[in-house]
């Protein structure tokens, strides 16, 4: 109906960027969308208990632990993409009223990784773990109205 009403108010004879037309070929069904969303968000949960059941391993766990926690709350932020669409996702993350729990949020991963990874300071990763679930339930509440 929508594309009727352009077509008919003269709106549709612009020329269509490249991008408007992945994005137009690539929609998904609502079905698709939730099970998509269901999906990543499971792996997302997944990666996080096996994070969490591979802290005891001796040596590595910690660090594993970091890694395993980290992707799955990228997963399951990420499964939100299933239900938005990316550019919607994209844009309301970076909204004025959640800007700073968004970059608190990347900040956390990229700071919970370089951690594990390249300092190799279990300490620290452990705490910027904590500071990560800090900072998503605080990017989440930002979703709520008048929630934070």
Not at 33 to 61: E, Y
Not at 130 to 146: D, G, K, V
Request: with cysteine.
């Amino acid at each position: 109906m929508d594309k009727l009403k352009k077509v008919l108010s003269g709106q549709d004879a612009e020329d269509r960027s490249g991008l408007s037309e992945v994005v137009e070929a690539s929609s998904l069904s609502w079905g698709t969308r939730v099970k998509g969303f269901i999906a990543c968000f499971a792996f997302g949960i997944l990666c996080s208990l096996l994070g969490t059941l591979l802290l005891w391993v001796p040596k590595k766990g910690l660090t594993l632990f970091a890694v395993f926690y980290t992707f799955g709350n990228i997963a399951s932020i990420g499964s939100t993409i299933f239900l938005m669409g990316p550019l919607k996702q994209l844009k309301r993350m970076f909204e004025p009223t959640r800007l700073i729990a968004t970059i608190l949020v990347l900040l956390c991963f990229a700071l919970t990784l370089c951690s594990a990874f390249w300092w190799h300071n279990k300490g620290l990763a452990l705490i910027f773990c904590i500071l990560q679930s800090l900072s998503l339930t605080w990017y989440s509440l930002s979703f709520i109205p008048f929630a934070r």
